[in-house]
């Protein structure tokens, strides 16, 4: 993702946001909270797996919650992918097919076969028809490729695109990524 965002909502704004999805008055945003503030553009709410996602890779206090600060950091990050996501939506149905998912992957510079992008559509797509996804099953992917990326590149010390692996090292590799 491009690091650049045009977000340039004051801390008031995001305030004010962060109090109206905090409906528990907790000064932390649940997963629930979430779901029911993040909204797809055809109006379905994110998928609790997105919002988990989303909230481990943001919070580092070992909670499945947001405080203020790591809220609006979330906020600038849906922003970057609503900009990627509407960049290869090429059609603007809201949507992400086979092809505009190539191409986003092969634009973030991951070189991922038909296949594993047949396989990305089936299990991300929302009907698992493996059409098509929407924007936070973009999000997903993107996450969730990033993450396993970075295990593989861990473990490939030697940068030969290759992992040997006793199965208790993969089922440990796994798990880390579940």
């Known amino acids: 993702m491009d690091s650049a965002s045009d977000w340039n909502h004051t801390e008031d704004e995001v305030r004010e946001w ?3 999805v905090d409906t528990d008055n907790t000064g932390e945003l649940t997963v629930e909270e979430l779901r029911n503030a993040l909204k797809n553009g055809d109006n379905t709410s994110f998928s609790y797996q997105t919002i988990i996602l989303m909230i481990r890779m943001i919070n580092s206090r070992n909670t499945d919650t947001l405080n203020l600060n790591e ?10 992918w609503r900009k990627m996501f ?3 939506d090429v059609d603007r149905n809201n949507s992400i097919d086979k092809e505009e998912l190539k191409e986003a992957l092969y634009r ?3 070189q991922i076969s038909d296949r594993i992008v047949q396989l990305l559509l089936k299990k991300y797509s ?17 996450i969730s490729l990033n993450n396993i990326t970075e295990s ?7 940068k030969q695109g290759k992992l040997y692996l006793s199965y208790e090292e993969f089922l440990v590799q796994v798990i880390n990524l579940l």
């Open 18 to 20: 962060f109090n109206a």
């Open 71 to 80: 809220f609006h950091a979330m906020m600038i990050y849906i922003d970057r």
């Open 86 to 88: 509407n960049l290869f």
């Open 108 to 110: 973030l510079k991951l």
């Open 126 to 142: 929302r009907n698992y028809d493996g059409r098509t996804i929407n924007f936070d099953q973009f999000i997903n992917i993107c």
């Open 152 to 158: 593989f590149r861990y473990q490939d010390r030697n």
